[in-house]
């Protein structure tokens, strides 16, 4: 399903993706023009900018829902050149959001790495399933993609416009909390059964204070995982067990990781 402000927000948008090339909207992603863009521009305070991506899309049947931060540059392109591709074929507004979401989703390497991930640590065992890949393909319609941000936010700083990355102090940054509660909080209302999956530090801390609040079942919150970012290898290297945590670098994070992961593992083996 799709919320009634997203199909409006889309059709305003027709327009300006129909007399586009994908080759315009790659370059607006990549060279942060998006950002001014009054079609797409949503907010921007302090160092936070964000603009819209069609990630509206809720799959109500769900029962497991995968969680990151918010969408990078690579997703929110492939998502808004999909969604430009259909509209231009005809489709409905909801049908090209849907096909926009599930394409962009966990774009890349991500997939591989989440599923890797979860494997590991028997998740796989928990949801029913041979192996958490499946959650991407033929199980597809069992998982629900998300992220606490649901629209893409960058970050400025030296190097200019980046994407968010995530900050264990989000729910104290004023426009990140209000999009969080505005936007998140309705969302996963809707799934108050489903198996909640945060993919990194920045979404485990947002369901926790949510589980606080009483918004959610802390219970069905399964927190430990890293992010998949395909740029995390030293880390996934670490909880995949695929080194000696001896020699891990310092910047890795090996301690807190292991940490983790051993409170993961604890968690998944009451549930199984």
Not at 213 to 241: E, Y
Request: charged share 25%; proline share 5%; hydrophobic share 40%.
């Amino acid at each position: 399903m799709i919320e009634a402000g997203a199909i409006e927000r889309i059709d305003s948008l027709q327009n300006a993706l129909k007399s586009r090339y994908p080759d315009d909207v790659r370059k607006a992603i990549e060279r942060n023009t998006i950002l001014s863009d009054p079609a797409f521009s949503l907010w921007s305070e302090g160092k936070y900018s964000c603009f819209y991506a069609p990630f509206d899309w809720i799959n109500e049947q769900a029962d497991i829902v995968l969680i990151g931060i918010t969408p990078g540059k690579q997703q929110a392109e492939a998502a808004l050149i999909e969604l430009q591709r259909q509209l231009k074929k005809g489709v409905s507004a909801e049908e090209a959001a849907r096909s926009a979401k599930l394409e962009a989703s966990f774009k890349g390497t991500m997939r591989t790495i989440a599923s890797q991930l979860m494997d590991h640590f028997g998740f796989q065992k928990v949801f029913g399933v041979a192996s958490c890949g499946e959650l991407f393909t033929r199980s597809i319609h069992r998982a629900h993609f998300t992220s606490v941000l649901r629209y893409p936010v960058l970050e400025t700083g030296k190097q200019g416009w980046k994407d968010f990355n995530g900050d264990e102090k989000i729910m104290s940054r004023s426009p990140l909390r209000k999009m969080i509660d505005d936007i998140f909080v309705p969302e996963i209302k809707r799934f108050p059964k489903a198996w909640l999956v945060p993919f990194g530090p920045t979404p485990a801390v947002v369901l926790e204070a949510l589980g606080e609040r009483g918004i959610i079942d802390i219970g069905r919150v399964l927190p430990g995982l890293n992010h998949p970012a395909g740029t995390q290898w030293n880390r996934h290297n670490c909880q995949l067990d695929l080194v000696d945590h001896r020699e891990c670098a310092p910047n890795v994070g090996c301690s807190t990781i292991q940490e983790r992961s051993k409170q993961l593992r604890e968690k998944i083996a009451s549930l199984v």
